[in-house]
């Protein structure tokens, strides 16, 4: 994990996201895009239906077994 926090200058924030899990000044930048498709809604009903979890931050090396719709709050 300190490998992974050099390489990486993380951007999102919000609820649920450890910043200290992540690394801030390095050269690969990690986001979500910012992009906020119509079907977000629906899929996220749908497989919160099957069973899955909606984690926050999948990228902190310890969440699994779920999906993530968003990780930064942007009004819809």
Not at 43 to 53: P, R
């Given at each position: 994990?300190?490998?992974?926090?050099?390489?990486?200058?993380?951007?999102?924030?919000?609820?649920?996201?450890?910043?200290?899990?992540?690394?801030?000044d390095g050269?690969?930048?990690?986001?979500?895009?910012?992009?906020?498709?119509?079907?977000?809604?629906?899929?996220?009903?749908?497989?919160?239906?099957?069973?899955?979890?909606?984690?926050?931050?999948?990228?902190?090396?310890?969440?699994n077994n779920?999906?993530?719709?968003?990780?930064?709050?942007?009004?819809?």
């Amino acid at each position: 994990m300190p490998l992974a926090k050099k390489l990486e200058t993380f951007h999102p924030k919000g609820e649920g996201i450890d910043q200290n899990n992540h690394g801030h000044d390095g050269p690969i930048n990690v986001s979500d895009g910012g992009y906020r498709g119509t079907s977000e809604n629906q899929f996220l009903e749908t497989v919160q239906s099957m069973g899955y979890s909606n984690i926050p931050d999948l990228q902190d090396f310890d969440s699994n077994n779920g999906f993530s719709v968003r990780l930064i709050d942007f009004p819809v």
